[in-house]
């Protein structure tokens, strides 16, 4: 472990980080593309340039995110996809700018693939494979109802300003990725030998 973890059960984690994240996303997602038009002026063609970027970049970081998070630690690839996200987000809604869009969409992209299993892996691990579909569905429950609750406070700082919610979103990833290796524990976790993983993801994909 690199922190020490408080004594927030592995359970609620969980379902704070499904909630807080969701809540975030959903809050940037809402407004993302209005913004983009609006404010930062974007054509059709660098729309399209701006989702291929974050699918390119999902598609070829897929493979060696998941690994570290198999060979190294759930938790660690959980915090650096989360910080990541944030990032690539408040760089978006902070600087208005074609260019930085794709850099943003590189940040994110990135941080989607660190995240992305390795958040069902962890809680997996912590609570045991009996466990973890209760845990999986109680998660999308939150989740939901924290997207849902976004809405209205997305729109309500677009008001102030398009950018409001995006910056906000991101920072709210930022703070959440920097807090979890305090509450986030990893007693359970149990390497994969890198040749396996490497085999594991290849076979997966």
């Given at each position: 472990?690199?922190?020490?973890s408080?004594?927030l ?34 054509n ?43 990032v ?38 912590e ?79």
């Amino acid at each position: 472990m690199f922190f020490k973890s408080t004594r927030l059960t592995a359970y609620t984690v969980y379902l704070l980080l499904s909630g807080i994240s969701s809540f975030a996303l959903y809050m940037i997602f809402t407004i993302n593309m209005v913004y983009q038009v609006e404010i930062v002026k974007l054509n059709p063609l660098q729309l399209v340039l701006v989702g291929t970027m974050l699918e390119v970049v999902v598609f070829l970081c897929q493979i060696p995110t998941g690994v570290i998070a198999d060979v190294y630690s759930r938790r660690l690839s959980v915090v650096i996809g989360t910080i990541l996200m944030g990032v690539g987000f408040l760089l978006e809604g902070l600087v208005p700018r074609f260019d930085t869009i794709l850099l943003a969409q590189v940040l994110w992209g990135v941080g989607v693939t660190f995240t992305d299993g390795a958040q069902q892996a962890w809680i997996a691990d912590e609570v045991g494979e009996e466990n973890a579909g209760k845990a999986f569905m109680r998660s999308a429950q939150v989740g939901q109802l924290a997207s849902l609750l976004s809405v209205p406070v997305s729109i309500s700082l677009a008001i102030i300003r398009l950018n409001v919610p995006i910056v906000a979103g991101g920072g709210v990833l930022l703070v959440l990725g920097l807090l979890l290796p305090f509450f986030m524990s990893e007693r359970n976790f149990q390497p994969t030998p890198r040749r396996n993983a490497i085999r594991g993801r290849l076979w997966a994909n």
